[in-house]
């Protein structure tokens, strides 16, 4: 679990991929059925992106998973709906 690796270091010293990283393992430490994650995968590297992946692909059923992204691979990747907005406007809406 990545929480146990920067458990005791202070939230504010961290770098933005390392605020990232803490913030998807907060979902690790609960139990909710909605998850809402705005551009999780900004900053951060490949190897966490594909861990992502994995974990909300396997975690995701039953739950309502909500997530803003300019990262359409791992958004296609993931999604059973997608939305494309433009300037705040629908541009696009698929069943993936």
């Known amino acids: 679990m990545i929480y146990t690796k920067i458990r005791n270091n202070l939230y504010g010293n961290y770098s933005k991929g390392m605020k990232q990283k803490l913030n998807f393992s907060v979902k690790e430490l609960s139990n909710f059925d ?3 994650m ?16 994995e974990e909300i692909c396997d975690e995701k059923n039953g739950k309502i998973v909500i997530i803003t992204t300019h990262d359409f691979d791992f958004g296609n990747t993931i999604a059973d709906y997608t939305l494309v907005l433009e300037n705040g406007e629908l541009k ?3 069943i993936t």
């Open 34 to 36: 909605i998850w809402i």
């Open 38 to 53: 705005d551009e999780p995968t900004d900053g951060v590297d490949k190897y966490m992106i594909n861990k992502m992946k």
């Open 92 to 94: 696009n809406y698929s």
